[in-house]
């Protein structure tokens, strides 16, 4: 697998470049550095560690969080970007470049991860307590399990890399069976559930980031393999384990959903797992969602700003009521919506279309953050937080039946509707729930994973949420609140079972037969 060999890049570069960073990295003497003598205290441990929470990630979160996430899974559309247009209409190839940079991304994550696990194990002196090398080794293969877990959903079968030495002397290799790849996620995750504190300094994960991610992966691989019933011994994993995260952890829901996505919220009480990212680390190394989304230019340090085309289709805005306008608000603009806190030292910005508003933080000054540049947002943003978790315990309580009254499914699944500001419910169905974790998660890059959680256990009912959506965008007339379609020419191919998985990169089918030969067993 020549590509993965050459996405390893030393640790000590990314060590380096996030050594600015105040709220995890405080910089240690850097001359003379290298493997073999960095890792000799507990701090040291803490910096190494950091250095992945943000820039391996990069490639995923620039624009293929939301590409894939929200655009392919029918929330938004830009019909420009013939990228992104490939996601749109199902006509996705291998040389697609978001396919490319996504897959090059996790495995960047996860060889930053293997490095660390073998230095550690391999150089850490006996002075460094044992608490602190298991923490820091499950805050890495905590960070691995998420990377490998995206790569599953997205690919399924994918080889497992847990050596970058065995690789490099060995690049060809094949892809392993996703009850493998499935097995060796949870495994990392119950590590770093067990070893995990149940407090940290904000930003890092806790034993309830762990355990969050274990109730996710479980309700996952509960369809896996199963047809119409999904396996009730995974369901009851999933239940114990987000549980345990709604009912014992002490966490609750930010009082606010708008705040949620405000800088000055970063890293909130209800953030499992955030990307660290710092400012001013330009292109390639920071937070750059704001800088392809926001629509104008006045709302983004340096002038950028290249959403302007690109904006929520017809068929998530029709999901929300006149009552839920808090969560409308903070995913999308409407024309003639007010943001004061955006260009704040302008008066505000008034929308002039309908576009994206979550993850568009505003300027430098808005964020009162001098060194935040065009590419590096100081949005931390969230890759689990425990909204998800709560509907996760609801599903997971749901099971296979048509429909719960379960109390405390209700209970959860309404705390999530009365943040918002919604009116609650007495019974969830699936199809409630599925609707609810679209809006409630909407522009976060989630949806495409509940639609592929869906077909491994009922195909014909995710191919048929994707080909019964509306996939226009609109324009608003804020006057009588009327939504008209805008036609895009876009030939849509129907959904089938296989569009849930994406075909791998070209150069690394070239580079490594074997991935196209049929996966195997890993253990």
């Not at 990295?25 to 003379?32: D, F, H, I, M, S």
């Not at 892809?175 to 504190?197: E, G, M, Q, S």
């Not at 606010?256 to 499992?272: A, C, G, I, K, V």
């Not at 904006?311 to 409308?328: E, F, H, K, M, V």
């Amino acid at each position: 697998m020549k590509l993965i060999k050459i996405y390893i890049f030393s640790l000590l570069v990314i060590i380096l470049m996030y050594s600015c960073k105040k709220e995890f990295l405080n910089r240690p003497p850097l001359t003379g550095l290298t493997t073999d003598n960095f890792y000799k205290s507990s701090s040291d441990l803490r910096l190494a560690t950091a250095a992945v929470y943000a820039q391996p990630w990069w490639g995923w979160n620039d624009f293929c969080l939301l590409g894939i996430g929200d655009i392919m899974s029918g929330n938004m559309l830009q019909p420009y970007n013939s990228a992104l247009v490939q996601f749109t209409t199902f006509s996705i190839t291998s040389d697609n470049a978001y396919i490319a940079q996504s897959w090059k991304s996790f495995y960047d994550v996860i060889a930053h991860c293997n490095i660390n696990i073998k230095a550690i194990n391999t150089k850490l002196p006996d002075s460094v307590s044992t608490v602190s090398k298991n923490r820091a080794l499950s805050e890495l293969r905590f960070l691995r399990a998420t990377a490998y877990y995206h790569v599953a959903m997205l690919w399924g079968a994918v080889p497992i890399i847990e050596d970058n030495d065995k690789l490099i002397a060995n690049p060809l290799v094949p892809r392993h069976k996703l009850t493998d790849v499935y097995k060796f996620i949870i495994n990392d995750l119950r590590y770093a559930a067990t070893n995990l504190p149940k407090t940290d300094q904000a930003g890092r994960v806790t034993t309830w980031s762990a355990q969050g991610m274990l109730a996710k992966v479980y309700l996952t691989r509960a369809g896996l393999g199963q047809s119409g019933a999904r396996s009730q011994t995974d369901l009851d994993s999933a239940a114990y384990y987000a549980g345990n995260v709604c009912n014992t952890s002490g966490l609750t829901l930010l009082s606010s959903y708008y705040n949620l996505f405000r800088t000055q919220y970063n890293d909130n009480s209800e953030s499992l797992f955030a990307f660290q990212w710092a400012p001013g680390v330009g292109y390639g190394n920071g937070n750059s969602i704001e800088a392809q989304f926001a629509p104008s230019g006045s709302l983004v340090t340096g002038g950028g700003g290249y959403g302007g085309a690109i904006g929520p289709t017809l068929d998530l805005a029709n999901l929300y009521t006149t009552q839920d306008s808090i969560r409308r608000k903070a995913t999308f603009m409407l024309t003639g919506d007010r943001y004061p806190e955006l260009n704040a030292a302008g008066g505000g910005y008034t929308a002039t279309g309908v576009n994206v508003k979550k993850h568009v933080v505003g300027t430098a000054a808005d964020n009162n953050s001098p060194t935040m540049d065009l590419w590096s947002s100081i949005e931390h943003n969230t890759v689990l937080r425990l909204a998800d978790v709560y509907l996760i315990y609801a599903e997971a309580l749901l099971g296979n039946n048509s429909s719960t009254t379960n109390a405390t499914a209700l209970q959860y699944f309404n705390a999530v509707r009365t943040r918002a500001g919604v009116s609650t419910v007495t019974s969830i169905t699936p199809a409630i729930l599925m609707k609810e974790r679209r809006i409630e998660l909407a522009f976060e890059g989630q949806y495409w994973f509940d639609l592929v959680r869906l077909s491994y256990y009922n195909p014909q009912a995710a191919s048929a949420a994707l080909n019964t959506q509306v996939r226009q965008q609109f324009t608003y007339a804020p006057a009588t609140g009327v939504k008209t379609p805008v036609v895009n020419g876009l030939i849509i191919t129907p959904a089938t079972a296989s569009t849930f998985t994406l075909p791998i990169p070209a150069n690394d089918q070239t580079a490594d037969p074997k991935l196209l030969e049929a996966p195997v067993a890993y253990y």
